[in-house]
């Protein structure tokens, strides 16, 4: 049984540039989350999904950032222009609907350096 | 503005003690409130979480109390270990109230250290 996969674990990018993150979630998990989180702080949410749709985004969702998530399984997060601003950890999670309530697993996250 | 707010934020705590953290919340509709605990560069991992409906919900060594009136939840770590030493996050969702659509507001973390 795995968990949540996500890569690259780690990537540098100049500023500028467009970086892509990879998410597979626990299969059969339908309800599929983005989050932001910086040195010290908590996570902050950024987009959720249900199956292919996008149902919410965080108003820290800039127009630089897109999610998709396709087929309603793996999710890709999009960051273009890249700014240092941007530099943080993405964690990908996941979970499914159901009597037994959200309980939310998170990937080991992608790490973003902006330089 | 949805918000939770997390203290202490860092805790240095005698092995075999008792370590609390507390939070508190604002948004009357969230009804779901989980704990997870962070080790340096992995992701937040779920130990323990509650309903409003309980006013206390005990797992192993880890206890949560909840207060609905105050708005306020603790997470209580019996006979605490070196190997507890983490980042310790509370969250708060909306997910039965709101249709299941709400992600989870973090707290601030608490960096929780177990001297032995």
């Known amino acids: 049984d795995t968990g949540v996969s996500q890569n690259p674990r780690h990537k540098i990018t100049k500023r500028g540039q467009n970086v892509t993150f990879r998410c597979d979630p626990i299969s059969e998990h339908n309800r599929l989350y983005w989050y932001r989180q910086t040195l010290g702080q908590g996570p902050e949410f950024l987009t959720y999904f249900q199956n292919e749709a996008q149902l919410e985004k965080s108003r820290l969702l800039s127009d630089r950032f897109s999610a998709e998530r396709p087929k309603g399984s793996f999710s890709t997060l999009e960051i273009q222009r890249t700014e240092q601003g941007d530099s943080a950890m993405y964690l990908c999670?996941?979970?499914?609907?159901?009597?037994?309530?959200?309980?939310?697993?998170f990937g080991e996250g992608s790490w973003l350096t902006v330089v | 503005q949805q918000q939770v707010k997390q203290s202490p934020q860092s805790l240095i705590v005698q092995k075999g003690g008792i370590s609390i953290i507390n939070c508190a919340y604002e948004?009357?509709?969230?009804?779901?409130f989980p704990w997870y605990q962070q080790f340096p560069g992995k992701g937040p991992a779920l130990l323990i979480a509650i309903r409003p409906d309980v006013s206390e919900k005990k797992e192993g060594r880890f206890t949560i109390s909840f207060n609905k009136s105050a708005k306020q939840f603790s997470l209580h770590i019996m006979d605490s270990q070196p190997g507890d030493s983490a980042t310790y996050f509370c969250?708060?969702?909306?997910?039965?109230?709101?249709?299941?659509?709400?992600?989870?507001?973090f707290g601030k973390g608490t960096h929780l250290i177990i001297q032995p």
């Open positions: 969250a708060a969702s909306a997910f039965y109230s709101g249709g299941g659509a709400d992600g989870l507001t």
């Open positions: 999670a996941s979970s499914s609907t159901g009597i037994a309530g959200n309980t939310i697993y």
């Open positions: 948004n009357t509709a969230f009804d779901y």
